[in-house]
T-cell receptor
């Protein structure tokens, strides 16, 4: 079964600085990976997804992620963050059967002035 | 389109009381899900319904029941609420395992 691990529970960063949020997955079969964002007091919304094809995936709000099979990683990056990017970010993947998703424990991104 | 709607937004229950959380989607999605979100634990799947007429247990089903009333609606019932069920509950829907669309959540406190 596939699972995802987010090692960083919190990432503080100054505005306009670059950021990387880490996600590692475990799987021996086809890989589908997702990043979701949750703004305060809201539900989750899709940021980007990797299903196949190019390993560099671009999402909304200037975020991108790179699928790295050799390192079993799908890290999320943004070259210059804004205060409005303050949110919790979740990596997710299907656990190996059906239409379900398994979510990581989340990374709280706090952008400071 | 309203997307995924959930009612109520907030609820306080006493231990032992029962309640039903309602969820509806207007995107004609086949699959619907119920999650709970607790600090430091991410989202955990309670139950899901791959299609109308079917339901399956997720990671944390104990203490909950669900009903897929029709293609649009998927309800979650707590028969006898416990303090351990204090959480934020999210409903979601999707086409297959592709993008899931989430509702705004229900904040439940059990005292």
């Amino acid at each position: 079964a596939q699972s995802v691990t987010q090692l960083d529970s919190q990432v503080p960063v100054f505005e306009e600085a670059p950021v990387e949020l880490r996600c590692n997955y475990s799987s021996s079969v086809s890989v589908y990976l997702f990043w979701y964002v949750q703004y305060p007091n809201q539900g989750l919304q899709l940021l980007l997804k990797y299903l196949s094809g190019s390993t560099l995936v671009k999402g909304i709000n200037g975020f991108e992620a790179e699928f790295n099979k050799s390192q079993t990683s799908f890290h999320l990056r943004k070259p210059s963050v804004h205060i409005s990017d303050t949110a919790e970010y979740f990596c997710a993947a299907p656990p190996g059967g059906g239409n379900k998703l398994t979510f990581g424990t989340g990374t709280q991104l706090k952008v400071e002035l | 389109n309203a997307g995924v709607t959930q009612t109520p937004k907030f609820q306080v229950l006493k231990t032992g009381q029962s309640m039903t959380l309602q969820c509806a989607q207007d995107m004609n999605h086949n699959s619907m899900y119920w999650y709970r979100q607790d600090p430091g634990m991410g989202l955990r799947l309670i139950y899901y319904s791959a299609s109308e007429g079917t339901t399956d247990k997720g990671e944390v089903p104990n203490g909950y029941n669900v009903s897929r009333l029709n293609k649009r609606e998927f309800s979650l019932r707590l028969e006898s609420a416990a303090p351990s069920q204090t959480s934020v509950y999210f409903c979601a829907s999707s086409v297959g395992f592709n993008e899931q669309y989430f509702g705004p959540g229900t904040r439940l406190t059990v005292t």
